[in-house]
T-cell receptor, first 109, second 118 residues
Framework: KNEVEQSPQNLTAQEGEFITINCSYSVGISALHWLQQHPGGGIVSLFMLSSGKKKHGRLIATINIQEKHSSLHITASHPRDSAVYICAVLGTSGSRLTFGEGTQLTVNP | GAVVSQHPSWVICKSGTSVKIECRSLDFQATTMFWYRQFPKQSLMLMATSNEGSKATYEQGVEKDKFLINHASLTLSTLTVTSAHPEDSSFYIC??????????????FGPGTRLTVL
């Protein structure tokens, strides 16, 4: 069992739909990242959070430390949101990231 | 926001040659940089942690003599793939931490370098 598990692995949505991607982890963490990787390969850090909720535009990230679970929500999805979304946790030593397998999101017009 | 660049963005080389990839933090000083490798349809795999002015720390299974890492300044780390072979073909990504940010543990990723060894 991976230390960081994401679901679903693949997600197809219609433009405008509300999207949720889930991340569960089994280790103690100091923080959790949500990353976005477009087909060209570059990675953008969307959020880093250690408690509660963060919002940036149409993106919302939440984390429940007790349940070791985080969610990434996209409101009013758009085709340009199509990408791989990766959950990564920062261990309690504060140095290395452990990555989930990623969720391939496709938003159709 | 913090910006990390990589050069080149893609490279094709012949088997047996060496390839150098640069990772630069453009608007901050990074005492720590990380090198990752990613195979198609897979997640990132940490290869090594690069600390300015000291030797890199390699992950288990990563050959330090094959993947030479140098972090000679606070804004530049280099990864040299020596005597490259086709199995070294991959997407290499670096990231850097900005110790000036709170919390400083956030990592910023470069755009990646696609290496193809013929």
């Amino acid at each position: 069992k991976n230390e960081v598990e994401q679901s679903p692995q693949n997600l197809t949505a219609q433009e405008g739909e509300f999207i949720t991607i889930n991340c569960s982890y089994s280790v103690g963490i100091s923080a959790l990242h949500w990353l976005q990787q477009h087909p060209g390969g570059g990675i953008v850090s969307l959020f880093m959070l250690s408690s509660g909720k963060k919002k940036h535009g149409r993106l919302i990230a939440t984390i429940n430390i007790q349940e070791k679970h985080s969610s990434l929500h996209i409101t009013a999805s758009h085709p340009r949101d199509s990408a791989v979304y990766i959950c990564a946790v920062l261990g309690t030593s504060g140095s290395r990231l452990t990555f989930g397998e990623g969720t391939q999101l496709t938003v159709n017009p | 926001g913090a910006v990390v660049s990589q050069h080149p963005s893609w490279v094709i080389c012949k088997s047996g040659t060496s390839v150098k990839i640069e990772c630069r933090s453009l608007d901050f000083q990074a005492t720590t940089m990380f090198w990752y490798r990613q195979f198609p349809k897979q997640s990132l795999m940490l290869m090594a942690t690069s600390n300015e002015g000291s030797k890199a720390t390699y992950e288990q299974g990563v050959e330090k003599d094959k993947f030479l890492i140098n972090h000679a300044s606070l804004t530049l780390s280099t990864l040299t793939v020596t005597s490259a072979h086709p199995e070294d073909s991959s997407f290499y990504i670096c990231s850097a931490r900005d110790p000036g940010l709170i919390p400083f543990s956030e990592q910023f990723f470069g755009p990646g370098t696609r290496l193809t060894v013929l």
